[in-house]
């Protein structure tokens, strides 16, 4: 009876299947709306596969991909292959990050911050005006296409990194730690008209009681707080519309940035 080696077996076809049903899963850890945690690992799993699947004759058509010589370097191109993918969900993860970010510090400026909600997309306890924000950006991430937005950047990778083509590039390191870093400055700029009418609010009462000693501050301030909040975020929501169609568009920039300096 001959042996027959593993590795011979996977070669090929098969080989470069395997290749880009991993750099299609990368999307599915970590991206907005694919990596939810409350759609089933099952679904995730199998639309995946549908989405290599579609995507692979294209990709053998136009390039010929050859497996490595061996499986610790076949086990490294996976990796190579599964930081690809895990690199455009997790730009696409930092911008609904910065938005929660901005809900965050609105619940702490207008009082809600004692009460949190749990969120089934992160599995995490959120605050609540961050979590409004979070799912309102979700609904208008799928009504403005934004999930093909990411399909299109992953078949985008395709093209600009071939199978087991990926150049590291040290700048990569810096534009991620940017990336991480726009959190707070994109929260801080979200939650800006809401923080300044507390904080005119607090100057208020502070000259109040100043001016009116025998009155309790903490009583009133309270209840202001929540009513300013409310109506501040309630005529923000247009602009907030508006902005998350500049963010998005940023986004899919920062996609091709990113893409772009790991391309050969």
């Known amino acids: 009876m001959t042996e027959i ?5 996977i070669q090929g076809q098969i080989a470069a299947f395997l290749l880009v049903l ?10 907005p709306f694919f990596g939810s945690l409350n759609i089933p ?3 995730r799993a199998a639309v995946a596969i549908v989405m290599a699947v579609v995507t692979f004759p294209v990709i053998v058509k136009e390039t010929v991909v050859t497996a490595p010589d061996t499986l610790l370097m076949f086990a490294g191109t996976i990796a190579q292959e599964l930081f690809i993918g895990w690199l455009i969900g997790f730009i696409a993860y930092v911008a609904f990050a910065a ?10 400026q207008v009082g809600f911050s004692v009460a949190n909600v749990m969120d089934p997309t992160s599995g995490q306890q959120s605050p609540l005006i961050g979590s409004f924000l979070y799912n309102l950006a979700i609904i208008y991430f799928l009504v403005a296409n934004g999930h093909h ?6 078949a985008d990778s395709f093209q600009r990194i071939p199978l087991d083509g990926l150049i590291w590039n040290a700048s990569l390191t810096n534009l991620i730690a940017d990336f991480t870093a726009g959190v707070f ?3 801080m700029k979200i939650a800006m008209p809401v923080t300044f009418a507390i904080l005119m609010v607090n100057v208020g009462m502070g000259i109040l009681a100043r001016t009116m000693p025998q009155m309790n501050i903490f009583v009133i301030g309270i ?7 409310t109506f501040m975020l ?5 602009f907030y519309i508006l902005f998350l169609d500049v963010m998005f568009n940023e986004m899919y920039g920062n996609i091709t940035a990113a893409l772009r300096l790991i391309s050969p």
């Open 99 to 108: 938005i929660n970010m901005s809900g965050k510090i609105m619940d702490m």
């Open 5 to 9: 080696d593993f590795f011979d077996i």
């Open 223 to 229: 209840p202001l707080h929540l009513m300013i909040g």
């Open 149 to 154: 937005m990411l399909i299109a950047a992953l």
């Open 185 to 187: 400055l994109t929260g």
């Open 41 to 43: 690992v099952q679904i």
């Open 234 to 238: 309630s005529m923000l929501m247009p």
């Open 22 to 31: 991993t750099r299609t899963s990368g999307i599915f850890f970590i991206s």
